[in-house]
């Protein structure tokens, strides 16, 4: 029995080695960072504190609440805005900022760290209420987000689980890459190899290797959320699609409304 207790001490020592400078801080290095009182949760990503100012919180970037557009709230919404509220509503707070402190909407940017000094940012991202948001201004923890991220979605955690189910459950027909012209405007997984990529007014175009003209579409202010860069990532490789074809002029397409639409094989 001590022989076991033993190896926990070893791997609690070693797992605080590992985190204790990024998802965990101690209590002397908490006190380096400027503390805040929360006052408000607007959603999974955005804060007020006391003194009134919004923080946009780092390298996450939650479904959207959508409460000044006509549109619906985003699906998960809630559910991660209601992890913000448990999480951080009333209660101090420690704000670590990186190389960019303000957005264009003059929010701070910030890392936040809750009493116990772990970082809600890896916190959201780990049980899924949260996507990653790569920024080249504010990259200090870009690492350990995107393994939050790919360790979420391998779990199925939190939205991931709803995308799991939405995009690749088995009432969806595998169809073969020779037969998209018989599914247009049908939801369908496909096995593909990417043959190129480009992009044109700021749109990514991924050509499949196929005798249709199969292309998948990903725009502007989508291709943000994706953990990495799609022109290097799937370059050459044999991928999974699930979406919807359509057809576009002599050609068809998918167009990526989400990152977990694409599956390496």
């Known amino acids: 029995m001590k022989k076991y207790i033993y190896l926990f001490v070893i791997f609690l020592i070693f797992h605080s080695i590992i985190f204790s400078d990024v998802f965990h801080k101690s209590q002397k290095e908490m006190e380096k960072l400027k503390k805040a009182f929360v006052t408000k949760v607007y959603d999974g990503d955005t804060i007020q504190i006391a003194s009134g100012k919004t923080v946009r919180i780092l390298g996450i970037d939650s479904p959207e609440m959508n409460y000044e557009k006509k549109e619906e709230k985003e699906m998960f919404a809630d559910e991660a805005r209601n992890f913000a509220v448990n999480e951080l509503k009333s209660e101090y707070v420690y704000l670590e900022t990186d190389k960019k402190k303000y957005d264009k909407y003059n929010r701070l940017l910030a890392y936040i760290y809750t009493s116990d000094g772990y970082m809600f940012n890896l ?119 699930s979406g919807k074809i359509t057809k576009y002029n002599n050609s068809y397409e998918i167009i990526l409304k989400n990152p977990y639409q694409v599956k390496l094989r």
């Open 123 to 241: 916190k959201a991202l780990k049980k899924g209420y949260a996507n990653i948001y790569i920024s080249s201004d504010n990259n200090k923890y870009n690492d350990l987000m995107i393994k939050e991220l790919e360790n979420a979605i391998k779990n199925q955690k939190g939205i991931w689980h709803i995308y799991e189910k939405k995009y690749w459950n088995n009432s969806l027909p595998r169809v073969d890459i020779s037969l998209t012209k018989q599914h247009i405007n049908k939801h369908v997984v496909l096995d593909a190899k990417v043959a190129s990529i480009n992009k044109y007014k700021n749109i990514t175009f991924i050509n499949l290797e196929d005798d249709n003209r199969l292309t998948l579409v990903i725009y502007k202010n989508i291709i943000k959320n994706f953990p990495y860069k799609p022109s290097d990532y799937l370059k050459n490789k044999k991928i999974k699609v």
